[in-house]
């Protein structure tokens, strides 16, 4: 990245209007910058009338300071990219959670039908809803040449695989389902005696992500004595969260447990089926 591309940036007038809390839709990389980082600025930044305009009150410069006819480079990214920002470790490490991880659960709450996406079809049609056994199929890439995708549009394979263009979700659902956090509380000092403490709950789960990643699901045969039953799950998580011999509740730990279990399961079987079809 340039030097001219880290300068401070000339907002266009009256920012207000591209609040994305306006907006009763969302594209796919507006939705996965809020589940990374619940951070309402950066979902501007996918926001393709304020990439318009922050473009259009930032136009470069010739030697004479007259405008030149072009724009500067868009900013808005793909999935792709918008996920791999957090796998950067010269960018901001301040995010709730990580980009393959968000796009993960995304992709488990299209599947499910939690979250609802629709799209106009690339082979003709009106807009339609997704379908949620479609998603198994269904990816973001980042192309270049006549093959060149836009950022929202959804397909299978790379080159001309796009089935639908447009695509979008509504964003009431998409705040409703990943509600917003202080994201400086996960480095925050222990709350004083006497008020309730309060638990990252979204890091625990890719903690245990992690943990059923490298051990495989405490389920299946064959697994060592430490890990062969839920119990040995949230004792796990129990001893990540607690600091200064204060930690979740054992019913919280266990309610939690069992949806994250279930989240991590159903995207294995979701990638079983994307490898099967393949």
């Known amino acids: 990245m340039s030097s001219k591309a ?4 000339q907002q266009p007038e009256n920012l207000k209007r591209f609040d994305p809390l306006n ?17 309402l600025d950066r979902v501007r930044g996918q926001y393709e009338s304020y990439d318009w305009h922050l473009r259009d009150a930032n136009r ?32 901001p490490q301040n995010f709730i959670v990580r980009g393959p991880a968000a796009r993960d659960d ?11 996406a629709t799209g106009i079809p690339v082979d003709g049609g009106s807009r339609r809803a997704i379908d949620g056994s ?6 973001s890439f980042v192309t270049d040449g006549p093959n060149y995708w836009p950022v929202d549009a959804i397909g299978a394979g790379h080159g001309d695989g796009i089935r639908f263009k447009s695509v979008r979700v509504k964003s009431e659902s998409v705040v409703a389902t990943w509600v917003r956090v202080d994201a400086s509380r996960t480095a925050a000092p222990p709350t004083p005696r006497g008020r309730r403490q309060i638990y990252n709950w979204e890091e625990a789960k890719q ?11 405490y389920a299946e045969e064959d697994q060592a004595d430490d890990w062969c039953r839920q119990a040995d799950a949230e004792r796990a998580v129990v001893g990540h969260m607690t600091t200064d011999n204060k930690g979740p509740s054992e019913n919280t730990v266990r309610v939690n447990v069992v949806k994250i279990v279930e989240s991590w399961r159903e995207l294995q079987r979701i990638e079983r089926a994307r490898n099967s079809a393949e």
């Open 6 to 9: 880290r300068e401070p940036l």
């Open 134 to 139: 479609e998603w198994v199929d269904l990816d």
């Open 106 to 116: 995304l992709w488990l709450k299209l599947g499910s039908g939690m979250i609802v």
């Open 23 to 39: 907006l009763p839709h969302w594209t796919l990389p507006m939705a996965l910058t809020w589940i990374i980082w619940r951070d």
């Open 207 to 217: 903690f245990l992500y992690r943990l059923m990643d490298e051990k495989g699901d």
């Open 60 to 91: 470069l410069k010739d030697s004479d300071d007259e405008f030149v006819p072009s724009l500067p480079p868009t900013r808005l990214k793909h999935l792709a990219d918008v996920l791999l920002e957090t796998e950067d470790s010269d960018l």
